[in-house]
């Protein structure tokens, strides 16, 4: 971007534009465009956004095949099946439910994976037994973590 010498009269002008540059990625588009404007030899340009849509999109989105829809008969599950499955996940969470009912301070020890293991002094505030998911309250450093129930070694009182 040259200036221009301060002795000659020249006008200049603004104009706004959507260019659309279709690449792979959004970087490479972006390279491209500011390669060209580049190459244009303009005095200035600003960008001012880069994730607008133009109307080839819109056309493209107008003229694509409306999606057929699938019949999904839902499956019955086997009742007996189905309480058994609950009970038995249900007496496992037994006593970390009387922890956390008892606000009792509990040691965890928690395997992080590639060897890290954490032993945590803590008080369980939250459990969600559908996501297998136990929040606790680390008390030395007064900060809330959320495990994952098979990260979980042991719960010691």
């Keep these: 971007m040259k200036r221009k010498p301060p002795g000659t009269k020249l006008s200049s002008f603004v104009f706004q534009v959507d260019i659309m540059i279709e690449d792979r990625h959004h970087a490479q588009a972006l390279e491209k465009l500011i390669a060209g404007l580049n190459d244009a030899e303009f005095d200035d340009y600003r960008i001012t956004s880069g994730i607008r849509l133009g109307e080839l999109i819109d056309e493209r989105t107008i003229e694509g095949a409306e999606p057929e829809p699938v019949p ?52 369980i505030i939250n459990m969600d037994e559908g996501e297998h998911l136990i929040t606790v309250y680390h008390v030395d450093e007064k900060q809330v973590y959320t495990f994952r129930l098979n990260e979980i070694e042991d719960f010691i009182e």
Excluded: W, Y
């Excluded at 007996?80 to 249900?90: L, Y």
């Excluded at 970390?96 to 803590?122: D, E, H, Q, T, Y």
């Design 72 to 123: 999904i008969v839902p499956q019955q599950p086997n009742s007996e099946t189905s309480a058994k499955a609950d009970s038995d996940s249900s007496e496992g969470f037994a006593p970390i439910r009387a922890f956390m009912k008892s606000n009792k301070l509990i040691r965890l020890i928690v395997n992080r994976g590639l060897g890290i293991k954490l032993s945590i002094p803590c008080r």
